[in-house]
């Protein structure tokens, strides 16, 4: 897959996040990298989680969400397999970036893949 086709799956994931959220998403970037530094990683948020910020933040770099196409790829069963991880991966990190810890961040995707195997039965 071309870096160019993994940042298209990349783009529809972040337009997959609720308005509710994506409204409150500023000075952020989002971008590709094809290898990450260290094992085991498939995407990584830097910056100051947005509860942490206040009024006297207002003039700095943007944070940066990291996702990794190689990990990704290797591990897809399918298109729509990796599809779905990169979608997973990007909340993931949104979730680090509106302030969740590591542990909240499990406990919520837990939650939504309750929430899509129902939506799969019903269909």
């Given at each position: 897959?071309?870096?160019?086709?993994?940042?298209?799956?990349?783009?529809?994931?972040?337009?997959s996040?609720?308005?509710?959220?994506?409204?409150?998403?500023?000075?952020?970037?989002?971008?590709?990298?094809?290898?990450?530094?260290r094992?085991?990683?498939?995407?990584?948020?830097?910056?100051?989680?947005?509860?942490?910020?206040?009024?006297?933040?207002?003039?700095?770099?943007?944070?940066?969400?990291?996702?990794?196409?190689?990990?990704?790829?290797?591990?897809?069963?399918?298109?729509?397999?990796?599809?779905?991880?990169?979608?997973?991966?990007?909340w993931?990190?949104?979730?680090?970036?509106?302030?969740?810890?590591?542990?909240q961040?499990?406990?919520?995707?837990?939650?939504?893949?309750?929430?899509?195997?129902?939506?799969?039965?019903?269909r």
């Open positions: 897959m071309t870096t160019g086709d993994f940042e298209r799956l990349v783009e529809r994931a972040l337009r996040i609720p308005a509710k959220y994506r409204s409150r998403i500023e000075n952020l970037a989002v971008i590709v990298e094809r290898e990450p530094p094992p085991g990683l498939l995407g990584l948020y830097q910056g100051r989680p947005l509860p942490e910020r206040g009024t006297h933040d207002q003039f700095h770099l943007p944070d940066t969400i990291t996702i990794y196409q190689g990990p990704h790829e290797r591990m897809a069963r399918s298109y729509e397999h990796l599809e779905e991880t990169v979608k997973d991966t990007v993931h990190e949104i979730g680090h970036y509106f302030g969740m810890d590591e542990r961040v499990r406990r919520a995707e837990r939650r939504r893949m309750v929430e899509r195997a129902t939506r799969r039965r019903v």
